[in-house]
């Protein structure tokens, strides 16, 4: 079993940059594959990213690509989640997420492990 903790959400302008992470409890880690998720007032929860328990691989939401980069450190249990060139439209609770799998895993149904979510507002 794995505990999530994100943080570094907060206020930023358009075309800043802010970096989440996501600690994770327990000595598995390395075990989980990584996701990143971010939900809106309204709409559903969307995949963002998502990254493999050795970090070799990743998979990217279109709007996202070239401007996140989802990244891990086994070593200190926790995963990340830069993003540069922020816009307006980014603006969203940003949740990470764990599954106990070694490849990228993009369905939201699959991850069985949940952080509380860290807010992200972009100002335009």
């Known amino acids: 079993q794995v505990q999530l903790v994100e943080s570094g959400g907060g206020l930023v302008q358009a075309g800043g940059s802010l970096r989440l992470s996501c600690a994770a409890s327990g000595r598995t880690f390395s075990s989980y594959a990584m996701g990143w998720f971010r939900q809106t007032p309204g709409k559903e929860r969307e995949f963002v990213a998502a990254i493999s328990w050795s970090g070799g691989n990743t998979y990217y939401q279109d709007s996202v690509k070239g401007r996140f980069t989802i990244s891990r450190d086994n070593a200190k249990n926790t995963a990340y989640l830069q993003m540069n060139s922020l816009q307006p439209e980014d603006t969203a609770v940003y949740y990470c997420?764990?599954?106990?799998?070694?490849?990228?895993?993009?369905?939201?149904?699959?991850?069985?492990?949940w952080g509380q979510g860290t807010q992200v507002t972009v100002s335009s």
């Open positions: 997420a764990a599954t106990r799998t070694t490849v990228v895993i993009t369905l939201e149904s699959v991850y069985g492990y």
